[in-house]
């Protein structure tokens, strides 16, 4: 994953860690240069359409959410390789 470029503008930078359903990068936005934190869908949980839901479901509760110490979801997408 360490220097793959995901959804056509993410450079992963290194790996920040490991949670339930996904692994946390740290990633550079090819334009800004900002910095984000990339979750990605665990591969072996990929064909379980309940752990699929679950996933999408976080993604879009976590990108209502706004507080300070919390992570601000910009955007989630799919992408298949």
Known sequence: M??????GRYKITGK????????????????????YAVEKF?????RE??????FLKSARS???LDHEGIVRVTEFFQERR
């Open 2 to 7: 360490i220097g793959s470029i995901i959804g």
């Open 16 to 35: 920040l860690g490991e949670g339930g359903i996904g692994d946390v990068y740290k990633a550079v936005h090819a334009e800004p240069g900002s910095y």
């Open 42 to 46: 665990r591969s072996e949980l990929t």
């Open 49 to 54: 359409a309940f752990f699929q839901r679950a």
């Open 62 to 64: 976590h990108s209502c």
